[in-house]
C-alpha cells in the first residue's frame, strides 16, 4: 500500500489546515486507516483512527477540533484540523493496516504501511 500525505503548511494559532492522504495499491474491505504526529525532540503520538466501517476516535488533546474522513471513491484519507494551537506543530503521518481497528488497539498490532510525513507549523 503507497501512502502520499499533502496539505500541511503554516499557519496561525487558531487557524485551520485540510491534510490528504491518498492511497493505493490495496484491495482489502477492512482495514484502518489512522493519523500519527511526531514533533521534534518527542514521541510519535496516535492523533484520531477511521475504520473502514467508519468509526472513528481520536486522541484527547485534539478532540472537538480534528475530525478524520475519508473518501472511498477516492481512495483518499482527510484530517480537517480547526482551531489549530502551536502544540499541534508536527510532522503528520497516515498509516494503514488491513484489521479493524479495535484489533490493532487490542492486539497492539503494528501498521504496515506509512506515508512520508507533512509538516504542519503553527506559530502563536
Known amino acids: 500500500v503507497q501512502l502520499v500525505e499533502s496539505g500541511g503548511g503554516s499557519v496561525q494559532s487558531g487557524g485551520s489546515l485540510r491534510l490528504s492522504c491518498v492511497a493505493s495499491g490495496y484491495t482489502y474491505s477492512t482495514y484502518c486507516l489512522a493519523w500519527f504526529r511526531q514533533a521534534p525532540g518527542k514521541e510519535r503520538e496516535g492523533v484520531t483512527t477511521?475504520?473502514?466501517?467508519?468509526?472513528?476516535n481520536y486522541a484527547d488533546s485534539v478532540k472537538g477540533r480534528f475530525t478524520i474522513s475519508q473518501d472511498n471513491a477516492e481512495n483518499t484519507l482527510y484530517l480537517q484540523m480547526n482551531s489549530l494551537k502551536p502544540e499541534d506543530t508536527a510532522k503528520y503521518y497516515c498509516?494503514?493496516?488491513?484489521?479493524?481497528?479495535?484489533?490493532?488497539?487490542?492486539?497492539?498490532?503494528?501498521?504496515?504501511?506509512w506515508g512520508q510525513g507533512t509538516q504542519v507549523t503553527v506559530s502563536s
Open positions: 477511521i475504520d473502514s466501517d467508519g468509526s472513528t
Open positions: 498509516a494503514f493496516v488491513p484489521v479493524p481497528c479495535r484489533v490493532v488497539t487490542t492486539h497492539l498490532i503494528e501498521y504496515s504501511d
